[in-house]
């Protein structure tokens, strides 16, 4: 940060091969070491027949694997996104799994695998009131209200009564059924060229968004 992203603090191999749209990947630290390790969640054509969670060690600079499983959701596809975040504050991150369509509630539902069970058990599955969604919305977890519970923030791209990228956010606490934010942003709406992350940029205690422009810049 103290450079504005002018310098590399590491660049390298992993112990993992090249991979593909049949991956996904997120940051947390699973080992207690305060080094983010990378979480490789791997969603078809698995040896287990299932989703599979890799994660690999930040402290081996992502040489070394500390877990490599099989869990118990079923093969996913470009439907399903995912994040890693510790829900029920027992020290391990959990498996954050947002199903966008084909949903039997008629909504976006989401899914938790309990990390402390190396992702064999469901910590919730529910509905929410989202509608179904699609490829123009991004997803990202973070406490917003700090109560210990991390909130779902819903991006919506395009598409928006505001002609903006939009941002809701739907409550941990009320396990994702009540809207504590829903407001237009300063950002035009955006396509498959932008990503996003929610992180607190400045300490001030309130997660802030991070917009990740892949292409088509200015700076080239």
């Known amino acids: 940060m ?11 191999g992993t112990a993992l091969h090249q991979t593909d749209e049949t991956f996904a990947f997120a940051l947390a630290d699973w080992d207690g070491d305060s080094r983010p390790d990378l979480f490789i969640v791997k969603k078809s054509n698995t040896g287990t027949g299932g989703t599979e969670v890799s994660i690999l ?14 869990t118990a959701l079923h093969q996913t596809d470009h439907i399903f996104d995912f994040a890693v975040v510790d829900w029920n504050n027992d020290g391990w991150p959990d498996l954050f799994i947002i199903k966008k369509s084909n949903t039997g509630t008629g909504s976006t539902e989401v899914s938790i695998l309990s990390g402390a069970s190396n992702f064999q058990d469901y910590l919730l599955q529910t509905g929410t009131p989202l509608h179904q969604t699609d490829e123009s919305f991004a997803f990202a977890l973070a406490d917003w209200t700090g109560d210990g519970k991390p909130d779902l923030f819903i991006i919506k791209k395009s598409n928006t009564g505001t002609d903006s990228t939009e941002i809701s956010i739907l409550s941990g606490a009320s396990s994702f059924q009540e809207y504590l934010l829903q407001t237009g942003t300063v950002l035009h709406q955006t396509d498959h060229s932008f990503d996003f992350a929610v992180a607190d940029w400045n300490n001030d205690g309130w997660p802030d968004l991070v917009i990740i422009k892949k292409n088509n810049t200015d700076t080239q």
């Open 2 to 12: 103290a450079a504005n992203f002018q310098n590399y603090i590491l660049q390298t």
């Open 57 to 70: 060690s930040g402290a081996s600079s992502f040489q070394n694997f500390l877990l490599q499983t099989g």
